[in-house]
């Protein structure tokens, strides 16, 4: 039987979430530091990938929070260190879309 969507969602790598502080940076310099994070994360030799999916900036609050797909938390790290983006902590984390969690263990009910 052919793997469908559904089963490749599960077979994914797990998502880590990358909490920086940030005062005084504009936003233009965060699309930079986004650049550089991308970039980093496709020049990478690390065993397994590592992908920069997206961000979020709170400009007001001088914080961004940055979502990445990887093997661990430490290819996280070093690809971060490699863009030069400073960074507060790592930690792995599920995301819920509309449709429902993509989680990759147990029930997620309540």
Same mark, same amino acid.
């Given at each position: ?26 936003? %233009? ?9 991308? #970039?980093?994360? *496709?020049? !990478?030799?690390?065993?397994? +990938? $590592? ?20 093997? %661990? ?9 490699? #863009?030069?983006? *400073?960074? !507060?902590?790592?930690?792995? +984390? $599920? ?16």
């Amino acid at each position: 039987m052919p793997v469908g969507f559904e089963q490749l969602m599960w077979l994914r790598m797990p998502l880590y979430l990358v909490d920086r502080n940030l005062p005084g940076v504009s936003r %233009d310099q965060f699309r930079a530091a986004q650049r550089a994070m991308a #970039a980093a994360a *496709r020049a !990478s030799n690390l065993p397994g +990938a $590592v992908h920069y999916l997206r961000g979020v900036f709170v400009p007001s609050q001088g914080r961004a929070f940055c979502l990445f797909e990887a093997p %661990d938390a430490d290819s996280v790290r070093a690809v971060n260190a490699e #863009a030069g983006v *400073r960074f !507060s902590c790592v930690v792995e +984390a $599920v995301e819920f879309a509309v449709d429902g969690p993509r989680a990759h263990e147990g029930d997620l009910t309540m």
